[in-house]
């Protein structure tokens, strides 16, 4: 099966949306009537200006009209270290494939070309999480899992802490 890939601008923003939306629900085993409106609002705000100034890339799929599934990766940069000089960084995320069309190579090649953005920027640290479905792709890809990494969640009441 032949897909065609093609890099997202503004005008596909529902496209976005919609599919964000779709990875969440599946990601969360979430069902329709869980309200995921803020969710798409401020989403829309950050494709809106992540897509603008550079520093997110989402990659979509389709096989001849249809569409087949998408991916992201986002970019940023922190302190430099020993193992990333340059500080760099970029983050794969919103991976997804609708189930008709999985096992066919679409989101391997979709990973790849967000690879291929992070290298052509000069970045070598590149991080993903990866969920049980997508452990095998990454892997394949040469991902290999973190163990340095912490993470704190956020918790009931955390505002009031902080203030």
Known sequence: MEFVYKKAEIKDMELLLETRIEVLRAANKLDDTVDMEAVRN?????????????????????????????????FYEVMPTYDNPTGKKAYVMNMYTRPAYRRMGAAYQTLDLLVLEARQRGISFISLEASEMGRLLY????????????????RSGWESEIL
Request: hydrophobic share 35%.
């Open 139 to 154: 892997e394949k890809y040469g991902f290999v899992k973190m163990e340095d990494e912490m993470l704190l969640r956020r």
């Open 42 to 74: 401020y989403s829309r705000c950050y494709y809106q200006r992540a897509l603008e100034d550079g520093s997110h890339v989402a990659i979509l799929v389709f096989h001849e009209k249809e569409f087949v599934g998408a991916g992201g990766i986002s």
